[in-house]
């Protein structure tokens, strides 16, 4: 119904909407209508009712205030106090010493606090006067913060697969599972390369921390226990079959909230707080996502899939082509698209490419969460960079971005392993979803 | 709340109460749904209901929340070209995004309220054992967008009077946001952190 010409046209019109500055929802809910309107005629318009009603009264997706209510709730209750002291009792011995902390404190305060872009400021205003204090360069201090809040969105549980499972009907369960394994590697290979730059340019890390007594150790380790704790629940109850992911969300809250209880740092105040920043920010997300359900809805009808996977057929090109396609695209997207905005943006046009090619659509959903890894600390718009940079308040910006650079190179090495192995991430889901 | 933006300084309150409700469904939300799975787990009773009603806690608490992400100004937008614009521009651009917004939220609400009628006239009933008139949960969805089709007039008809008479202003208050007050309203807990931290 639609030539490649039309698509491509549709595509240019969504980014110039998106440039001159109309919020991304409206965007794709511009595009849609227009869209809809040349090809399809009023009543497909009219029903916009109905169908954003169907759209937000889902239950899969209620997943995403209840996760965001989770992690709100979780910060505020004080957990990343003892997360970044614990791992700095642990860590610092290690070549590099408190930079280990950045990232592990900051993949786990993503992972819980379910946003990069919080995390970047939360640590980087803890760590970085304390280790300009201990003269460790900047640059590595700057980029192993930028480069370890965007793990959260990899481990589980995460925001962005859920709305990745919802969008291409794949198993949120089977994509958390798939998140663990990469999301470790990731994290053990940027302290890989901690500890070898550490060892072969030692003035860059700074005076080493004496060791703490071990009792002081394993005392700290209470800290890490509450969300160690709920992470086990929501992942377990998934995993034993006994709730869905919207269900475990739900039990996370519940034990969030008796965390906070438990250390007495409940209030009504504290409560209040994290609804409103749980409704702004979930808001925020379906306001997307309705856009994107429009658009999605459009474009089935007209037949972009149809068109797309034609020229593709034509082109004779094969998953690997295609895949170092959509890394180029998302790369260069990346550099002036928000992150998540960029992956609802393109999936409704790239998903049916993808299951066209037979690629594995939980493998996808993580390659796809990588790459928007990568978007978060790419400039120009790489929103972590002028966090850790705004956080750091002197200097240059091109000291944050040369210290994230190799973090950017490693990532990027990160998918072509990703690709050369893919069970790097099918392995887990395999095991624990094998009927 | 401490802005000089007179629309801002009438519906922030709304906003701001409808997001606590939305909220309170929330947390209302999660102790129906965990009290459901230990009593289906270990009292081997199955209740019913909470699916169905966190489907309409999500489609509520969005039609509540974009009022209010609205004020916040947290709907998300492409900065790249507005942060390399001059004054003016900027000033033409916000008002058009404003606008832009106005008619999609009128847009909702029209169609929402003939989802609304529909619903209304054919008796339509939820799909589930609970049989649920969709008209009850549908008003509440239908009045969350019928503010924020009210708030987001009310904001294009102020930005366009702002694009003749004041533009900083109109940058100020419905422009993107700078990186300072983001780091602001990210940064959780940052004096107990780093007490915590400096031991």
Same mark, same amino acid.
Request: glycine share 8%; with cysteine.
């Given at each position: 119904?639609i030539?490649?010409?039309?698509?491509?046209?549709?595509?240019?019109?969504?980014?110039?909407?998106?440039?001159?500055?109309?919020p991304?929802?409206?965007?794709?809910?511009?595009?849609?209508?227009?869209g809809?309107?040349a090809?399809?005629?009023?009543?497909?318009?009219?029903?916009?009712?109905?169908?954003?009603?169907?759209?937000?009264?889902d239950?899969?997706?209620t997943?995403?205030?209840l996760?965001?209510?989770l992690?709100?709730?979780?910060?505020?209750?004080?957990?990343?106090?003892g997360?970044?002291?614990?791992?700095s009792?642990?860590?610092?011995l290690?070549?590099?010493?408190?930079?280990h902390?950045?990232?592990?404190?900051?993949a786990?305060?993503?992972?819980?606090?379910g946003?990069?872009?919080?995390?970047?400021?939360?640590i980087?205003?803890?760590?970085?006067?304390i280790l300009?204090?201990?003269k460790?360069?900047?640059?590595?201090?700057?980029?192993?913060?930028?480069?370890g809040a965007?793990?959260?969105?990899?481990?589980?549980?995460?925001?962005?697969?859920?709305?990745?499972?919802?969008?291409?009907?794949?198993?949120?369960?089977?994509?958390?599972a798939?998140?663990?394994v990469?999301?470790i590697?990731?994290?053990?290979?940027?302290?890989a390369f901690?500890?070898?730059?550490?060892?072969?340019?030692?003035?860059?890390?700074?005076?080493?921390?004496p060791a703490?007594p071990?009792?002081?150790?394993?005392?700290?380790?209470?800290?890490?226990?509450?969300?160690?704790?709920?992470?086990?629940?929501?992942?377990?109850?998934?995993?034993?079959g006994?709730?869905?992911?919207?269900?475990?969300?739900?039990?996370?809250?519940?034990?969030?909230?008796?965390?906070?209880?438990l250390?007495?740092?409940f209030?009504?105040?504290?409560?209040?707080?994290?609804?409103?920043?749980?409704?702004?920010?979930?808001?925020m997300?379906?306001?997307?996502?309705?856009?994107?359900?429009f658009?999605n809805?459009?474009?089935?009808?007209?037949?972009?899939?149809?068109?797309?996977?034609?020229?593709?057929?034509?082109?004779?090109?094969?998953?690997?082509e295609?895949?170092?396609?959509?890394?180029?695209f998302?790369?260069?997207?990346g550099?002036?698209?928000?992150?998540?905005?960029?992956?609802?943006a393109?999936?409704?046009?790239?998903f049916?490419?993808?299951?066209?090619?037979?690629?594995?659509?939980?493998?996808?959903?993580i390659?796809?969460?990588?790459m928007?890894?990568?978007?978060?600390?790419?400039?120009?718009?790489?929103?972590?960079l002028?966090?850790?940079?705004g956080?750091?308040?002197?200097g240059?910006?091109?000291?944050?971005?040369?210290?994230?650079?190799?973090?950017?190179?490693?990532?990027?090495?990160?998918?072509?392993?990703?690709?050369?192995?893919?069970?790097?991430?099918?392995?887990?889901?395999?095991?624990?979803?094998?009927? | 709340?401490h802005?000089?933006?007179p629309v801002?300084r009438?519906?922030?309150?709304?906003?701001r109460?409808l997001?606590?409700?939305? /909220? =309170?469904? $929330?947390?209302? !939300? %999660?102790?129906?749904v965990?009290?459901?799975? &230990?009593?289906?787990r270990?009292?081997?009773l199955?209740?019913?209901?909470?699916?169905?009603?966190? /489907? =309409?806690? $999500?489609?509520? !608490? %969005?039609?509540?929340?974009?009022?209010y992400? &609205?004020?916040e100004?947290?709907?998300?937008?492409?900065?790249?070209?507005?942060?390399?614009?001059?004054g003016?521009?900027?000033?033409? !651009?916000?008002?058009?995004?404003?606008?832009?917004?106005a008619f999609?939220?009128?847009?909702?609400?029209?169609?929402?309220?003939?989802?609304?009628?529909?619903?209304?006239?054919?008796?339509? !009933?939820?799909?589930?054992?609970?049989?649920?008139?969709?008209?009850?949960?549908?008003s509440?969805?239908?009045?969350?967008?019928?503010?924020?089709?009210i708030?987001?007039?009310?904001?294009?008809?102020?930005s366009a009077q702002l694009?003749?008479?004041?533009r900083?202003?109109?940058?100020?208050?419905y422009?993107v946001?700078?990186?300072?007050?983001?780091?602001?309203?990210?940064?959780?807990?940052?004096?107990?952190?780093?007490?915590?931290a400096?031991?």
């Amino acid at each position: 119904m639609i030539d490649v010409a039309g698509v491509s046209f549709g595509f240019m019109l969504m980014i110039v909407l998106m440039i001159i500055g109309l919020p991304v929802a409206i965007s794709l809910f511009f595009t849609a209508f227009i869209g809809a309107w040349a090809l399809l005629g009023t009543p497909t318009l009219l029903g916009f009712g109905n169908s954003m009603w169907s759209g937000q009264n889902d239950f899969i997706l209620t997943a995403i205030p209840l996760f965001v209510f989770l992690g709100e709730i979780l910060v505020r209750s004080g957990v990343a106090n003892g997360l970044y002291s614990c791992l700095s009792d642990w860590l610092r011995l290690l070549p590099g010493g408190l930079l280990h902390s950045n990232i592990g404190a900051s993949a786990a305060f993503a992972a819980v606090s379910g946003s990069s872009v919080a995390t970047a400021a939360t640590i980087g205003t803890v760590a970085l006067p304390i280790l300009r204090q201990r003269k460790y360069d900047d640059r590595i201090t700057t980029g192993s913060i930028a480069a370890g809040a965007t793990l959260g969105i990899l481990i589980p549980p995460s925001i962005n697969m859920i709305i990745y499972g919802s969008m291409t009907n794949t198993s949120i369960g089977q994509l958390f599972a798939a998140g663990v394994v990469p999301g470790i590697l990731l994290t053990l290979v940027f302290m890989a390369f901690i500890i070898g730059v550490s060892i072969l340019k030692p003035h860059l890390a700074g005076e080493r921390l004496p060791a703490r007594p071990w009792s002081d150790r394993f005392a700290s380790l209470v800290d890490v226990l509450p969300p160690l704790v709920i992470f086990t629940i929501v992942m377990g109850t998934i995993y034993l079959g006994w709730a869905t992911p919207t269900e475990s969300a739900a039990i996370g809250v519940v034990c969030a909230l008796a965390v906070t209880v438990l250390k007495g740092r409940f209030s009504f105040n504290l409560l209040h707080e994290a609804m409103h920043s749980t409704v702004r920010i979930s808001a925020m997300i379906l306001l997307i996502l309705v856009g994107a359900h429009f658009l999605n809805f459009v474009i089935g009808l007209i037949g972009v899939p149809q068109a797309l996977t034609q020229l593709v057929a034509n082109m004779g090109a094969g998953p690997t082509e295609i895949l170092l396609l959509l890394i180029v695209f998302y790369l260069v997207l990346g550099c002036f698209m928000e992150t998540l905005s960029m992956m609802i943006a393109t999936l409704p046009v790239v998903f049916p490419l993808i299951a066209h090619l037979g690629i594995d659509p939980v493998w996808f959903g993580i390659f796809l969460v990588v790459m928007m890894e990568i978007g978060l600390i790419t400039p120009p718009v790489g929103m972590n960079l002028y966090v850790v940079q705004g956080v750091r308040g002197s200097g240059s910006i091109m000291d944050v971005i040369s210290g994230t650079t190799p973090f950017v190179l490693l990532m990027l090495a990160f998918i072509g392993w990703l690709m050369i192995w893919p069970n790097m991430a099918l392995w887990l889901p395999h095991q624990l979803f094998a009927q | 709340m401490h802005t000089s933006n007179p629309v801002a300084r009438v519906f922030l309150p709304v906003a701001r109460a409808l997001s606590l409700i939305a /909220g =309170y469904g $929330l947390l209302g !939300l %999660a102790l129906l749904v965990t009290v459901e799975i &230990l009593s289906r787990r270990f009292l081997n009773l199955s209740l019913q209901g909470g699916d169905e009603f966190g /489907g =309409y806690v $999500l489609a509520i !608490l %969005a039609a509540f929340g974009f009022t209010y992400a &609205l004020l916040e100004r947290a709907h998300t937008r492409v900065e790249i070209l507005l942060e390399r614009v001059s004054g003016n521009t900027q000033a033409m !651009l916000n008002a058009i995004s404003a606008i832009s917004i106005a008619f999609a939220a009128c847009f909702m609400a029209w169609r929402a309220y003939a989802a609304l009628m529909e619903s209304i006239e054919y008796g339509a !009933l939820s799909g589930t054992p609970l049989m649920t008139p969709l008209w009850q949960p549908q008003s509440v969805w239908l009045f969350g967008l019928i503010v924020f089709a009210i708030v987001s007039t009310a904001i294009a008809v102020h930005s366009a009077q702002l694009l003749v008479r004041d533009r900083q202003s109109l940058n100020q208050y419905y422009g993107v946001k700078s990186l300072a007050e983001i780091i602001e309203e990210e940064t959780v807990l940052t004096d107990e952190l780093a007490t915590e931290a400096a031991k």
